[in-house]
């Protein structure tokens, strides 16, 4: 049986030298975050470096623990918060299972009432949605996902937008957004940021319902007094962040998706970006809105529409006729694909 090599000073120093740096990384990353700089100028390659250097540094540290502690490195302690930041499961992590969705595992919570039996059944999740991910999103567009989930089809984004492109992943929920970027590292997607705050129509504090249902897919950006859990969470009005222009925006936000229009209004006015957005009348009244008039709004915008699961559904409708028929489908909602009218 071989001896385990014993760390000279030479190991212990670099050892410090690289777990400072990590630490100093991560801290900068999370300012960013918390400050809302502008998020395109964001290293996206940052995440990567960090998974590289902590790999050299567990690799480094197992056969010399005593050594490690003996110069006060607390290596593990390091590494459980850099795993926690990055949202990195360990092995034994019981919160997380694995669905597949066609070639891609994707963590999810294993407590899912919704999401993941349905995937386990179907091998898939809202495929028109996806059907027309591929027909709008092209190489090289910069695209908006608010209500990212635990990143479905933000790898697909990722994958459409390639290597000259970007997407912004935007989760308010804190366990949803753990695990999207645990997702969104694992498949190696350099050009995602991901930003953990309510988009909304004002920068603030907002309240965050999860599901009594345990659906993780259904947490709302307002308070719901039969809500499991209500959480504070960041608020952000996103056009205090989006610089450049943006080709694509996604919205799935349980009744909040117009809250979140109004916070990129100057995007919307400025870059005209094709928008697809839940419609769901029902969540739209219990935020205390009115459907009806968010229709309105849509085309006081310059915006013309067609809802994906029922073509025909297009603003050539009245306002009053396309709330009735998207309450009517089985799900009460529809998801609605908004292009800026041509001037």
């Known amino acids: ?191 995602v940021m991901v930003l953990e705050v309510a988009a909304t129509d004002r920068t603030g504090t907002v309240k965050l319902s999860r599901s009594i249902e345990d659906n993780t897919g259904d947490s709302r950006a307002f308070d719901i007094p039969t809500a499991a859990e209500v959480l504070e969470v960041p608020g952000l009005a996103l056009d205090e962040v989006i610089v450049g222009p943006v080709h694509f925006v996604k919205m799935d936000l349980q009744g909040t998706d117009h809250v979140a229009m109004r916070g990129i209004s100057r995007t919307i006015d400025e870059y005209r970006p094709v928008i697809l957005t839940e419609f769901w009348p029902a969540g739209i009244r219990e935020y205390g809105d009115d459907p009806v008039q968010v229709l309105a709004w849509f085309r006081e915008l310059g915006y013309s529409w067609s809802a994906i699961e029922v073509p025909e559904l297009t603003d050539a409708k009245s306002d009053e006729e396309i709330c009735a028929a998207a309450e009517a489908l089985p799900t009460g909602f529809c998801d609605l694909m908004l292009r800026a009218r041509r001037l």
């Open 1 to 191: 049986m071989g001896l385990a090599r014993v760390p000279h000073d030479a190991d212990v120093q670099q050892l410090e030298a690289l777990s400072q740096e990590i630490l100093a990384r991560v801290n900068a990353l999370d300012k960013l975050v918390r400050e809302h700089q502008p998020i395109w100028d964001s290293d996206h390659r940052l995440h990567d470096t960090l998974l590289r250097r902590l790999a050299i540094i567990e690799r480094s540290t197992r056969p010399a623990e005593m050594v490690v502690a003996s110069t006060e490195v607390n290596v593990a302690t390091m590494a459980t918060k850099l795993r926690d930041f990055l949202g990195i499961a360990g092995a034994d992590d019981p919160e997380s299972t694995t669905m597949s969705i066609g070639t891609r595992e994707i963590e999810i919570p294993a407590w899912d009432t919704v999401i993941l039996p349905w995937v386990r059944a179907y091998g898939e999740w809202e495929p028109a949605v996806g059907k027309l991910l591929e027909e709008v999103v092209t190489p090289g567009a910069v695209v908006i996902e608010v209500g990212a989930h635990v990143g479905i089809f933000t790898l697909e984004l990722s994958k459409r937008v390639g290597a000259r492109g970007r997407v912004v992943a935007v989760e308010a929920d804190p366990i949803n957004a753990r695990f999207l970027r645990r997702n969104v590292m694992k498949s190696h997607c350099n050009n």
